[in-house]
């Protein structure tokens, strides 16, 4: 006899002893009433003016909003997004975190974000399931080793714990990885990072945005800018080096601002536009592929440069595979059979046992990528237009401490120690951040 899923719920709930309000068929009535269920954040109005207005609602612009309102007491703050909150990249990566980067800036900077990741839960008080199980960088050529160890070498001199380990160690992390010396590509060696792992970015997005709405912030989903307007710069309509920024204009109207700050991935570069500026930046898109679920087996993050791949298992048993970036510019965000064919010849040489698996869905996001593969942060020749761009295929692990150091240059109006190597001068002075080394795989 079919039994109802609201029953099914109902006594397994009850069995558990929950207080009756949190009843399955509870859950399930407001659910499919959606009556009374509490928003997460308001939907207010969009205002004619704000102090500061944020452009890009993921993780880098949410977190930017939050921590002026709690750590600078900024809250007349709106955040702008053309779809909704975490539909960019936020909602496309793969969710790794680590800090096992090649340059000091890097290092220093990525290990901020993960501190404030491990935090994350207890400060913002939502799950948001951030997972420490370790992160293994495959070497399959000497050079490759190289590279490893130099990297383990600049992590260790901050005190990252980053260590390179052979073949031994490697299988005895992750037995399912073939380092027989029979593969075409024979493991030589691993960077392991132990404090890197996964965390659920869908959760990191609703909990900067739920706890930014509790300080204050305006978000406005489905609010794209059109313009941005300055006043005062050589260019055409007062903009360009020299200008100072007045507002935004968006599909809902125009809005006044003191500060207005580009957070976008994959429309950076237009945005800037807009204020009259250029930036340094290609946009390619960067494809990821998810399988049916399986028991848990693959207990770590693995990455292989050399076989262009990423794979880490989520906790409901999902295999989550990425690429290297596509090798066209693009903002088309659709997928390629050549990447699921790569894909699946590259994992099979690493690991065999996965062959009968099935892959359930492909996705894109895109990648906003500099010359020397690091963002760029702070302040631009245009006053009051700030910028948090430029993350290549590191902006999801670096969303926390972009907002929370982008928080406190608008605060302080000076820019903080962390972000100074990352200003967009370093392409006039010749002062790059060559971070290419510490991919995850080829850009
Ligand atoms: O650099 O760790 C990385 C990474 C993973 C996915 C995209 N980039």
Not at 277 to 290: D, G, M, R
Not at 324 to 338: I, N, Q, R
Not at 387 to 395: A, Q
Not at 423 to 431: K, Y
Request: hydrophobic share 40%; aromatic share 8%; glycine share 10%.
């Amino acid at each position: 006899m079919p039994v109802r899923l609201s029953a099914v719920i109902r006594r397994s709930l009850a069995k558990r002893r929950l207080a009756p309000r949190y009843s399955g068929a509870g859950l399930l009535w407001r659910g499919v009433r959606n009556s009374s269920w509490p928003r997460v954040w308001r939907e207010p109005p969009l205002k004619k003016s704000y102090d500061v207005v944020v452009i890009g609602g993921g993780v880098h612009g949410l977190a930017t909003a939050y921590y002026l309102a709690a750590n600078h007491g900024i809250t007349d703050v709106a955040v702008l997004d053309k779809a909704y909150l975490g539909s960019g990249g936020s909602g496309r990566n793969t969710a790794i975190v680590r800090s096992n980067y090649l340059t000091p800036e890097g290092v220093a900077f990525y290990d901020r974000s993960l501190e404030l990741y491990n935090t994350m839960s207890a400060d913002l008080n939502l799950n948001v399931m951030f997972s420490e199980r370790g992160h293994l960088t495959l070497a399959h050529t000497d050079s490759a080793v190289r590279t490893m160890r130099w990297r383990a070498e600049v992590n260790k001199l901050q005190n990252i714990d980053s260590s390179v380990i052979g073949p031994a160690e490697i299988s005895r992390i992750a037995p399912s990885l073939d380092t027989s010396p029979n593969t075409r590509y024979p493991i030589l060696a691993a960077l392991y990072h132990p404090p890197g792992g996964t965390i659920r970015h869908d959760a990191v997005v609703w909990a900067y945005a739920r706890a930014a709405d509790a300080h204050g912030v305006d978000m406005h989903q489905k609010t794209e800018v059109i313009d941005i307007t300055c006043e005062g710069g050589e260019g055409p309509d007062g903009k360009g080096p020299g200008a100072k920024v007045t507002g935004v204009c968006t599909s809902k109207g125009d809005v006044s601002a003191r500060v207005v700050i580009n957070c976008t991935a994959g429309w950076a570069g237009l945005i800037a536009a807009m204020a009259g500026l250029k930036l340094p930046i290609t946009t390619h898109p960067l494809q990821a592929a998810v399988t049916e679920p399986v028991k848990v087996f693959l207990p770590t993050v693995v990455v292989s440069g050399s076989l262009h791949v990423y794979v880490s298992q989520t906790d409901r048993g999902e295999l989550v595979f990425g690429a290297s970036v596509d090798p066209f510019a693009t903002y088309d965000m659709g997928g390629t059979l050549d990447f699921t064919e790569e894909l699946a010849g590259h994992v099979l040489e690493l690991m065999p046992a996965v062959s009968e698996m099935r892959l359930l869905r492909q996705w894109a996001g895109l990648c906003d990528i500099t010359p020397d593969y690091s963002p760029v942060m702070g302040f631009t020749p245009v006053e009051g237009f700030l910028c948090d761009v430029g993350w290549g295929t590191y902006g999801f692990k670096a969303g926390p401490v972009s907002g929370e150091q982008l928080a406190k240059c608008v605060a302080e109006q000076a820019t903080p120690e962390l972000i100074s190597p990352f200003a967009l001068s370093r392409f006039d002075s010749g002062m790059l951040v060559g971070e290419k080394g510490a991919a995850a795989v080829g850009h």
